[in-house]
């Protein structure tokens, strides 16, 4: 049986001032806490998730991701980042590559057994509207699934899982933000994977697990949150192990973890009942019961 695929998850480090119940001041020392977990866990690869600082403004932004990615270069094992929203509100995407010395647009490695697709979809809080799903970028989700020949792990910094957000410090009142309009697009693309898929992302500062058509849809705590385990940081990060078996945990202060197998994550569900009032054997039962 080969070894199973071990990947490192870090996201939302928010790496500037304490702002909300962003822990900011933590972010480097917890990173120096996430390298030496990584030195001792020697995952294949490492993750960043995205929103690597709070942003300020264009001067300071740039100073904070080049902070950030000093704190990553100690790490040995292979690494990759996706921009997060506030790594974009200042800074371009070229200039995120600069500083993290990699191309940050969508991106195929092939790892052992799976595959990993990082999904750069387009991760800018546009004001005014919010995200945009942008067509090229869910066309090139579409080709890939499409292509695929062997397992995927997704991973994007906005979730497209749709969950609820009741209860979340940031998105209960604002869900909007929480994913992309039109996420119902992306989850139709999933749907026609012909291989197991599990997706992970950041954004949201909490860990969940949605399932949708049989694909787990998880996502990852930040290091730097409190919301949840006032009055500290999470100090969050996760480890992904993928062989057969789909094994999820995340350490720190909110702990988490998952089992699932991969292969179930084939198993597609039914089409969701139409409303109730437009239903026909319904509409007629109630016709009958309002004549009775």
Known sequence: MAKALRLAFVADIHHGENSFTKMGAHALPLMAEFRRFVAQARPDAVIDLGDRISDCDHATDLRLEQEVAEAFSAIAAPRFHLCGNHDRDHLSVAENEAILGQKL??????????????????????????????????LWLAATVNAADRPLAIMSHVPISGHGQTGNYYFERNPEFSTYPGAERARAVLRQAKVPVVCLSGHVHWNTLTTVDGIPHLTLQSLTESFTTLPEPAGSWGLLELDETITWTVHGKDPFSARIEAAETLRRWMTPLQPFHEHPELRLRHLALAAE
């Open 105 to 138: 647009g969508h991106r195929i490695i092939d790892l052992g057994d799976w595959r990993l697709v990082l999904w750069a979809a387009d991760s800018k809080i546009h004001r005014p509207g919010g995200f945009v799903l942008q067509e090229a970028d869910l």
